[in-house]
Structures are given as structure tokens and as C-alpha cells.
């Protein structure tokens, strides 16, 4: 097994405050690896600094072996990761076919076709319906996306990061903002994704976390304090001083 | 959809009209008004791809009007006296002169867009306005082409089969170009290049998390912006047989801002209604006073208020 994304010694500095601190990383290809911990111990950073958003201060991160620290965001999206966001990140005055289909479009190639309508390419929105229909949207397809429940915006977001083709999902608290029944939906959506894709999940909902990830580390104050499968980070002793015992 | 198609044909069959309603009520000025819309309205409209689609507030939309309509004049002005530099002829046929003046200002867009897309916002607005008041000092200072006052020339630009004075019959070239204009653009924002434009203006950051490197589609679409802006210079100019720094004042700017915003942006119909209804009010305003703008500026107020999708949205 070799790890799709490695991380080594991440760093990132805001001002006086040190969001991640040597952070190192696994992430193996196929599993579902959760990323946890209290409130403000850099999981959000994290994912900025691997999805390309920020730049890191020290460190390295690889994918499949490639040095991406220095990359742009467009061409790890090439290479085969993607996110998704907190706060729901989609285009809301296109349908859900056209955000979908839209994706597609980008991951086929360059947009410079300015005659024929994209509306009715069915190479762009027959791969759209069937992530769509993959996610449990197809009957939406055609309800603009501002319109739709907030459950479906987020299952809209996450057809769109499936759409790019990538690899390795990073998921940034896709069951934030949902109900109970909600977060059932999205936990089996996610645990069907896991067969196919290899995912990096941060996620404050923990019976979701542990019932989906193969492996689980530990953040706290950006630094990784733990990792490891469920059962063990559920029995480690610093974890549970840490993080898990605030919550009991 | 097919009754989109047969309000625009109904749309062009009154636009075309519009000659003989002028001779009817015996006011051959409504021809030169008619005129003037068409021209605005086509500018405009390359103007709405930035402002409504893409979401780039670009203020410095003048400079490449200005451009082209100095392209027909400049080029006037050598074909009736010495050379360019002593090598370069002047030129004076429309298939010549009005390519030109398109391509002369799509140059100029790539070159201000290359710079001013690496900002956003406020930022952006003001680079472009800096830019487009930077071609305004120097028109007034290049003497050789009259500086502030302008520069004027005896014919229009000839085509084969029209007279040159016959007011009717550039008319109907400047609403040809409009529809042509028109058309083209509804392709382009239905193409997959018009699908990443309005991508951007929902949600630029989903879209680079997607993968879109969105540099190159902006400067493409602001380059496609001045080239229509530069026709419309180019029209602008032989209208009148007369170009001046006017047109590329930063008022100039606003104006068409103010057509776009006016009409209701994001829609290729809302630049024409914009255009005609600030040359229409202007032209009915001025007739009781100057500060005709003191009345379209609440207007204005009013329908950015009250319409958000302006005077379109009023009727949806």
C-alpha cells in the first residue's frame, strides 16, 4: 500500500499564531481517512494548505509521489484531488445539471468553444446525470441550485467534486448545517463513495466519523497527536484527554 | 424559447421602421437617434459579457470606443493629406478601416485586461478607469490629430452600394451590425466558454477548486469586450464624421455602465433597452434643460433600487 497523499512538516504561521505545526500525514490510497479535533486545532487550514488555497511556510506535500507544495490549485485539480467546502460552495443561479455538468466541461478540456451550445451537449450532461443519479439527485436535476434543501446543496457540492474525477476527495464538514436525518443520507452517500475514491474527511460529527473512516488522525493545535484505526484512537488516552473527553 | 426568437424578429422588424415613421412625422432627427442607440447598444452589450456575465465592473469600457472610432478618424485624416510616418496611407473603405479599428482595440484589451485582471473589486475598477484615462490625456495631447478639439473628416467610410450621405442607409448598417453583434454574443454566452464566464460570476472560488485556471477566460472575455467596443467607436465615428477625446472621457465609461445597469444586466436585450432609454431620455430632457442628468440620476437611483435586473426585470 503506498499513500496517495503524503504530508511531511507542514507549517503555516497567521501572524503569532501557529495553525499548523509540523504536520505529517498519510493518506493511502482507498481508505477513508478522517481528520479530527476540537475547534480551531487546524483542520480547516490543513485542507487549504493540501487543496492549494494557502501556501505553506515549511513542509512538503505529495500526491501520487509528485511534489505539489508549489503547485496551483488548477493543476492538482489535474492531478487528481479536489475539495469540497464548509459552507456551501456551488453556482446557485444554474441548475444542479448545469453546476454538474459544468464540472465536467473543465475536466474535459479547455472552454474555448464559444458556438455551440452547451445546453445541449450530451457529452457534457450525460456524465452529469449519472453522478447525479450516483448521489440520489437525478430527479432534481433540473431545479436551479439556489432552490434547493440544504441537504441537497451539499449533495450537489459533492457531485461536483466527484464530477472532476478526482482520486482524493477532501471533504471539509460535509454534514455541517444538517439534520439527523440528513447526516443519514450523507453518511451512506459517503460510505457508497468510499469503494470508489479515496477520501480525506474532516468532520465534527463523530458517530458519522467513526462510522465511516478507516483510519482517524488527531489534531490539536495543528500538530498530530494521534493516528491510527477507530478503535484505537478511541481507546488512546492523550485523544481522549484531548479531545475526545471534552466532549463526555 | 420560440417565442424568444419571434420577440426579437418582431423587435428588428420595428427597428427597421423606424426610417419611415421618421419621414412620416417629418423628423429626420429620429433617424440620427436611431442611429445613436444602435451604436451605444452594441458597445453596451460587449460591455454586459464583463459587467453581467462574467462579473468584471470594468470602468474604462470608453477607451477602447475612443479607440476605435480614432482609428476611422486617424485613418481619414492620412487618406486625405500626407502618410503615417510618411509610409502608411490613410484608408477609407469600411472592410479596411472598421477590422481595423475592431482589431486595433482588441489589442489594446488584452494589453489593459493582461494587467488589470490580476486584481478584483475596487481595485480593478480603478485600473481600468486609470488605463482609459491615460488614452483620454494622451488624444488631448497628440496635436497632429487636433488634441481637445477633435478631429473631423469629410466622407464616411465608403461601402460598396451606399451613398455616403444618405443618412437611412447607414441606419440600417449600424442596427445590421447590432443584430450581427447580438447574435454573436448570444452563442458565446451559451457556448461552454459562456458557461465558465458565468461560472466566475457566481462563485469564483468554486470555480478554481474545479480546476479552471480563470485568468485566461477573463482576459478573453475582456478582450472580446473591447473588440465590440471598438466597432461601435468605429460606427460612432463615421455617424458623425467627427471624433474627439469625449469619447473616451471617463463619463463615457459610466454611461455605458449606466446602459447596462439601466437595461438590466446579464441578458443581451437589457444593454439595447439600457442604450435606448438614456439616448431617448437625454434627447427628451435636454430639451428643458442641461442638467438633464439631475433627473436621470434618480431615475437611475430608482431602478437600481426597485428593479434589480433593471428596466428588463420590471417586465418579468
Known amino acids: 500500500m503506498s499513500a496517495l497523499l503524503e504530508v511531511r512538516g507542514l507549517m503555516k504561521r497567521f501572524g503569532g499564531l501557529i495553525a499548523t505545526n509540523n504536520l505529517d500525514l498519510d493518506v493511502t490510497e482507498g481508505e477513508l481517512h478522517a481528520l479530527i479535533g476540537p475547534n480551531g486545532a487546524g483542520k480547516s487550514t490543513a485542507i487549504g494548505l493540501i487543496s492549494g488555497e494557502l501556501k505553506p511556510d515549511a513542509g512538503t506535500i505529495r500526491l501520487a509521489r509528485a511534489d505539489i507544495t508549489a503547485a496551483p490549485i488548477a493543476a492538482r485539480v489535474r492531478l487528481g484531488m479536489t475539495r469540497s467546502f464548509q459552507v456551501t460552495s456551488i453556482l446557485p443561479e444554474f441548475t444542479a445539471l448545469e453546476n454538474v455538468a459544468l464540472v465536467e466541461q473543465i475536466r474535459a478540456g479547455h472552454s474555448f468553444r464559444f458556438w455551440r451550445e452547451a445546453a445541449r451537449d450530451r457529452s457534457l450532461t450525460d456524465p452529469a446525470r449519472d453522478t447525479l443519479a450516483r448521489i440520489g439527485l437525478a430527479a432534481r436535476a433540473e431545479v436551479a441550485a439556489r432552490d434547493l434543501a440544504h441537504g441537497e446543496q451539499r449533495q450537489l457540492e459533492l457531485a461536483m467534486a466527484l464530477m472532476t474525477g478526482a482520486k482524493l476527495l477532501l471533504l471539509d464538514e460535509p454534514m455541517a448545517g444538517l439534520g439527523a436525518t440528513e447526516s443519514q443520507a450523507m453518511t451512506e452517500i459517503l460510505a457508497g463513495l468510499k469503494r470508489h475514491t479515496t477520501i480525506l474527511l474532516v468532520e465534527h460529527d463523530m458517530d458519522a466519523v467513526f462510522a465511516l473512516a478507516d483510519r482517524i488522525t488527531v489534531l490539536v493545535y495543528g500538530q498530530a497527536i494521534a493516528s491510527g484505526p477507530p478503535d484505537a484512537i478511541r481507546a488512546d488516552p492523550a485523544v481522549r484527554a484531548a479531545y475526545l473527553g471534552e466532549e463526555a | ?316
Open chain 2, 1 to 316: 424559447m420560440v417565442r424568444r426568437y419571434l420577440a426579437a424578429l418582431v423587435a428588428i422588424a420595428l427597428a427597421c421602421l423606424v426610417p419611415a415613421v421618421a419621414a412620416a412625422l417629418g423628423k429626420p432627427d429620429l433617424i440620427t437617434l436611431g442611429t445613436q442607440i444602435a451604436i451605444y447598444a452594441i458597445a453596451a452589450a460587449g460591455l454586459d459579457l464583463l459587467i453581467g456575465y462574467t462579473g468584471l465592473s470594468s470602468f474604462g469600457h470608453a477607451a477602447f470606443f475612443g479607440l476605435g472610432g480614432y482609428t476611422v478618424g486617424i485613418m481619414a485624416f492620412h487618406a486625405a493629406g500626407e502618410p503615417m510616418f510618411g509610409v502608411i496611407p490613410g484608408l477609407t473603405e469600411a472592410w479596411l478601416v472598421w477590422p481595423l479599428a475592431i482589431a486595433v482595440s482588441a489589442i489594446a484589451a488584452l494589453a489593459i485586461g493582461a494587467l488589470s485582471l490580476r486584481t478584483i473589486g475596487v481595485s480593478f475598477i480603478m485600473i481600468t478607469l486609470a488605463f482609459a484615462e491615460m488614452f483620454f490625456f494622451l488624444f488631448v495631447s497628440l496635436k497632429t490629430y487636433g488634441g481637445d478639439d477633435g478631429l473631423g473628416f469629410r466622407r464616411r467610410n465608403a461601402i460598396p452600394g451606399i451613398a455616403p450621405r444618405d443618412d437611412v442607409a447607414f441606419y440600417y448598417v449600424c442596427l445590421t451590425a447590432l443584430v450581427l453583434v447580438l447574435a454573436l454574443l448570444h452563442r458565446v454566452v451559451h457556448s461552454r466558454f459562456g458557461r465558465v464566464l458565468q461560472g466566475m460570476r457566481q462563485n469564483p472560488r468554486r470555480m478554481e477548486a474545479i480546476g479552471l485556471a480563470t485568468y485566461r477566460y477573463k482576459l478573453t472575455a475582456f478582450t472580446i469586450a473591447g473588440a465590440v467596443a471598438g466597432l461601435a467607436g468605429a460606427l460612432h465615428a463615421n455617424l458623425l464624421r467627427f471624433v474627439s477625446p469625449d469619447m473616451l472621457h471617463w463619463t463615457m465609461s459610466g454611461d455605458f455602465m449606466i446602459m447596462v445597469v439601466l437595461g438590466g444586466a446579464g441578458t443581451l436585450v437589457g444593454p439595447v433597452i439600457g442604450a435606448a432609454a438614456m439616448v431617448l431620455l437625454q434627447s427628451w430632457l435636454a430639451q428643458w434643460t442641461e442638467h438633464w442628468m439631475i433627473v436621470m440620476g434618480p431615475i437611475l437611483v430608482f431602478v437600481v433600487l426597485f428593479a434589480r435586473r433593471g428596466i428588463l426585470g420590471l417586465f418579468r
